[in-house]
């Protein structure tokens, strides 16, 4: 185990800019201690709770309706596959709700919204009756189809990543530093399978049992400098992240993120969100920008055979048939630190958090869960063996 540091007498003077870069990196921290130490802590932090903590998992024999029914009742956003051969099981992928998704309605309608020359004297109302049909007539082709025809339709289940309880967390963080929200951990000995998630991480990491030197002049950097550093691992292609060049703030070089008007179809909206390789987006008041709503991809896990035409609604009135759904985005200001973001992602158990225009209130940008753990490695970490 990792020894303690003496807090100092006053709180360290936290980096402002990629100029004072780097901030002192938690290497050590993060080797001396376990995924297991990990599992533990949140073991006795269920404790207390009458909830049923059992592995959400599916067989890759299930059909697709299965795993969204899976899905919604353990409230999880991905599911281990798993295959059954001579009463032992092995872990094959890891299928999420955009694998499903993208796989069921989505497919068939996006080759038509692409075709513009399509019926173009039809009217929307007769489009959206033609499309509506389309949906019913490959209902079953689209539900009862098993799970194992809908792996790598998403990047999250093109690989299955496993580490042991007994790898270190830095084993952890080097898989997460590059998006991977979930690694299975497999069974040993007497202890079953499990999943560990970025949620878990970055909650294990906050907690106050740690006095870590490190991480506490980690938290205190403000969220700006860290996304522009969180870039430099997972490059430009993410419009949705903050872009401040050299990590400074200038009215001259606003830049907003992608955004969608709150009048565009649902269907449209996850069309775009998709395509962007994203998880979420912004959507926004069409008259004056403001953000409205997070459009995510936990939002398409209420998709059943009998509401699935919902998308065709217009993408707020899609949001407000969602059961147990947050009414506003859960946002942050350039003035925030890393634990502020941090905070409000565990309070409201969301993956990210929008940096909002302080004077116009658009969305600037996102700050995720994936950004803080970039933030724990140096640029030119060696990965352990």
């Not at 993208?102 to 033609?130: H, Q």
Request: aromatic residues 8%; hydrophobic residues 40%; negative net charge.
């Amino acid at each position: 185990m990792a020894t303690t540091q003496t807090a100092p007498q006053t709180a360290p003077t936290a980096p402002t800019s990629l100029k004072s870069l780097p901030w002192p990196f938690p290497i050590d921290f993060l080797r001396n201690h376990t995924i297991d130490e990990i599992l533990e802590d949140r073991m006795v932090a269920r404790a207390n709770s009458a909830a049923n903590y059992e592995l959400a998992e599916v067989n890759e024999n299930a059909t697709v309706a299965q795993a969204f029914d899976k899905l919604r009742a353990d409230d999880v956003t991905a599911l281990p596959c798993f295959r059954e051969e001579g009463g032992k099981k092995e872990y094959t992928n890891m299928i999420n709700i955009l694998s499903l998704a993208a796989y069921t309605i989505f497919m068939t309608l996006w080759d038509e919204l692409e075709d513009r020359d399509f019926r173009k004297a039809e009217s929307e109302a007769e489009r959206d009756e033609r499309r509506a049909r389309m949906v019913k007539e490959h209902m079953d082709n689209y539900f009862t189809r098993p799970v194992k025809d809908v792996i790598g339709f998403h990047a999250e289940s093109f690989k299955l990543h496993s580490l042991p309880r007994t790898a270190s967390v830095l084993d952890l963080v080097n898989i997460m530093k590059d998006g991977v929200h979930h690694v299975l951990i497999p069974p040993q000995g007497d202890q079953e399978a499990d999943i560990v998630s970025q949620g878990d991480l970055v909650r294990w990491l906050t907690s106050e049992k740690h006095d870590d030197l490190s991480l506490r002049q980690l938290w205190q950097i403000g969220v700006d400098t860290a996304t522009t550093y969180a870039l430099k691992f997972e490059g430009d292609g993410d419009p949705n992240q903050l872009k401040y060049p050299d990590g400074r703030w200038t009215g001259r070089q606003r830049r907003y993120a992608l955004h969608l008007p709150d009048n565009l179809q649902a269907v449209v909206a996850f069309k775009s969100m998709m395509v962007h390789h994203l998880s979420s987006v912004a959507i926004v008041d069409s008259k004056d920008g403001t953000i409205k709503a997070n459009l995510s991809a936990t939002d398409l896990r209420a998709i059943t055979p009998d509401n699935v035409l919902d998308v065709f609604r217009p993408v707020m009135e899609y949001l407000s048939t969602l059961p147990d759904r947050r009414e506003e985005p859960v946002t942050i200001s350039r003035h925030n630190t890393i634990k502020d973001a941090i905070n409000k992602c565990l309070q409201y158990d969301v993956h990210r958090v929008w940096e909002i225009d302080d004077e116009t209130k658009k969305p600037m940008g996102n700050f995720s869960l994936t950004d803080v753990i970039c933030c724990l490695l140096p640029l030119d970490a060696p990965k352990e063996e």
